[in-house]
């Protein structure tokens, strides 16, 4: 793979491109991420933890908050002692905390052995990955709930937002854990998955990163007969968290933990396949990633076009004009039109636009769609339909009862949308009088 690329100018040089506008947006950004024991135990650690290494050598600040949750099960096992669960928490006695914090230390001491070889049998060997732990994490014992004292179970009080800055202001890639302490110096065994919340939020992180088991996500997948959607605003991953059948309970829980984060300042929250080689790097560089992702921001969106979008917009159409697909637009002419059409945006990029203008026949308003296109990259997701629908509810409410389309080679496309073939006669006459007779496009018609 590694050798077709580099052998390969033009197919890595467009894989680089698609990747170049991520590495100077993640530059000086904050990530937390958050990797399950089972990660850590995992033979894919060892590529995790290079690319890693990768992140942090561009630029990106890491916070790594290790879960330990297999180890501990194992070492309670291993020592005999069979401990009690209340509700959605461990209790953890004293004698308990000893052997949690055993094998809390022994996972700490593999990830960090791991990360110091992290860029090893690599080109970025000499590149040194410095890990910086400490006492970052403020908790207080959980307490007494229905009547159950939870002993030494303790959850996040407050962050050491300022100790933590400190170290990744030096470059070092700071190391968290399940173990908290409290003023008093007591040490209290957290949820994992609390601490990376916290730091997340207590940073004003820009994104918080699961690196998990999705096999959960495939299976309600199945259950459900569908692939749930890979990008949520918070409301939409709560509601979709309420109608989850009672076995999806881990992606309920994520669900919900990600769209409170989200409404607590992080921007997004991403929970990305770790038996996936790369799904990081592919997560964080490629436009779509491969994660489920709850997000604050409107990830994608179809909006009015501005005059700032004439470029991008004539980049898109150029090519098709060049083909004889579309009719050419020249640049004044786009600046004069702007106004009529509307861009799918993703990421400040514009992967697709639509036109519509308006006529009357016979006293009766009718609109025509027009430049419709979407970048050849990003075909195929459903971003044609969406301008689609976008101008039939314009036309619709600026009360237009037929919604025209012109095509050469798209006739399928919109008869798939519920357009049938028309003849030209159809047309308004001011249409008829623009259109090119070369290149004879068929004239096609929906009833609104
Ligand atoms: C037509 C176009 C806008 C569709 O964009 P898109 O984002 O891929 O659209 P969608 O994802 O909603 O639809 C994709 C479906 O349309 C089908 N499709 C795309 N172009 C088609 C064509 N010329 N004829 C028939 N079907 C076509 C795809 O095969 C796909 O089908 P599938 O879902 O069964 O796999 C895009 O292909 C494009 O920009 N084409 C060049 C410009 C053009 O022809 N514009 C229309 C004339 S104004």
Redesign the pocket.
């Known amino acids: 793979m590694t050798e077709s690329l580099v052998s390969d100018p033009k197919r890595f040089a467009s894989l680089f491109r698609v990747a170049a506008p991520y590495l100077h947006a993640h530059r000086g950004r904050t990530f937390v991420l958050h990797v399950s024991g089972e990660c850590v135990a995992s033979d894919g650690f060892g590529a995790i933890a290079q690319d890693l290494a990768i992140l942090s050598t561009l630029g990106i600040r890491l916070v790594l908050v290790h879960g330990a949750r297999p180890q501990i099960h194992a070492r309670l096992v291993q020592a005999g002692v069979n401990s009690e669960v209340h509700g959605a928490r461990r209790v953890t006695t004293l004698e308990e905390l000893r052997l949690v914090l055993e094998a809390v230390g022994a996972v700490r001491t593999q990830v960090e052995s791991v990360l110091s070889m992290g860029a090893a049998n690599t080109p970025m060997a000499g590149a040194r990955l410095r890990v910086a732990g400490g006492n970052f994490v403020v908790a207080q014992p959980v307490g007494i709930i229905d009547g159950v004292d939870h002993g030494a179970t303790g959850e996040v009080r407050r962050v050491d937002r300022e100790g933590i800055v400190q170290q990744l202001d030096q470059g070092s890639v700071v190391l968290l854990s399940s173990v908290g302490f409290s003023l008093t110096g007591d040490v209290f065994n957290v949820s994992s998955v609390e601490v990376a919340s916290a730091v997340a939020r207590g940073l004003g992180a820009d994104k918080l990163m699961f690196l998990g088991e999705t096999e959960h996500v495939a299976h309600v997948e199945t259950v459900l007969g569908h692939a749930l959607p890979h990008e949520m605003t918070p409301e939409e991953a709560l509601e979709l968290s309420q109608a989850l059948p009672a076995e999806a309970s881990e992606v309920v829980s994520m669900l919900m933990c990600a769209a409170k984060v989200c409404d607590q300042g992080v921007p997004r929250v991403h929970l990305v396949d770790r038996q996936v080689d790369g799904s990081l790097l592919f997560e964080l560089f490629t436009r779509d990633g491969m994660a489920l992702m709850v997000s604050t921001d409107p990830f994608e969106g179809i909006r009015p076009a501005t005059l700032e979008d004439v470029g991008p917009v004539l980049e898109?159409l150029a090519p098709?004009a060049e083909r004889g697909?579309?009719v050419r637009r020249p640049r004044e002419i786009l600046e004069t039109e702007i106004g009529q059409f509307a861009v799918v945006e993703r990421d400040r990029t514009i992967l697709?636009c639509?036109a519509l203008r308006w006529a009357e026949v016979d006293g009766v308003k009718v609109a025509e769609?027009?430049?419709?296109?979407?970048?050849?990259a990003?075909?195929?997701?459903?971003?044609?339909?969406?301008?689609?629908a976008w101008a039939e509810q314009r036309a619709r409410e600026g009360g237009a009862h037929r919604l025209f389309?012109?095509?050469?080679?798209?006739?399928?496309?919109?008869?798939?949308h519920g357009f049938g073939r028309v003849t030209v006669e159809a047309l308004p006459g001011s249409w008829v009088a623009l259109a090119d007779p070369e290149r004879n496009s068929a004239v096609l018609a929906k009833d609104l």
């Open positions: 898109l098709l697909v579309l697709g639509a769609i027009y430049s419709v296109a979407v970048d050849p990003d075909r195929g997701a459903g971003r044609g339909s969406k301008l689609l389309a012109r095509s050469t080679q798209t006739l399928q496309w919109f008869r798939d």
